[in-house]
């Protein structure tokens, strides 16, 4: 009986397909907003990459399938305080429903503040932490996987 022949999972850093977040990985994300709808359960639409607060700029507006603006900041390093503040202002700004954060990995902290900020925000605000990560077996392409890891419902 012939043995199969398996490969085995490599992981792959976020960072050695998207060198640059603003200029590699914030155009793949917007073009694959599919992706990141499916992840969540939601129905996302990209509007625009960098969109313009004034002196800052939010990786993607998005809207949702009722049309309302959603948020979207990544980083491909671990999470930061400075990105959760970054989030929450152009959510302001935006007067987005949804916020939603893209990070490699995310501090147990930060997990924690979507939560708090989950509970403690009007029932239509929804906040999501999600992971980004990727894998190849052998020499195939790498596979983004996008994981939530801190979610309304948490």
Avoid: C
């Avoid at 948020?71 to 939603?100: C, K, M, P, V």
Wanted: proline fraction near 5%.
């Amino acid at each position: 009986m012939a043995r199969p022949q398996l490969g085995s999972i490599q992981h792959v850093r976020p960072r050695d397909i998207w060198p640059y977040e603003d200029l590699d990985f914030t155009p793949w994300l917007a073009a694959n907003i599919h992706l990141l709808g499916e992840a969540l359960g939601m129905e996302l639409e990209a509007v625009t990459t960098e969109a313009s607060t004034g002196n800052f700029s939010l990786d993607i507006l998005a809207r949702d399938r009722n049309g309302a603006y959603v948020a979207i900041e990544n980083q491909l390093e671990w999470s930061d305080n400075s990105h959760l503040g970054q989030t929450l202002t152009y959510a302001g700004h935006f007067n987005a429903r949804t916020l939603i954060w893209v990070a490699p990995k995310f501090y147990d902290v930060h997990r924690a503040a979507i939560d708090w900020l989950n509970r403690h925000t009007a029932d239509e605000i929804k906040i999501y932490g999600v992971e980004v990560s990727a894998i190849k077996i052998g020499e195939s392409l790498p596979s983004v996987i996008l994981r939530p890891v801190a979610t309304p419902a948490s």
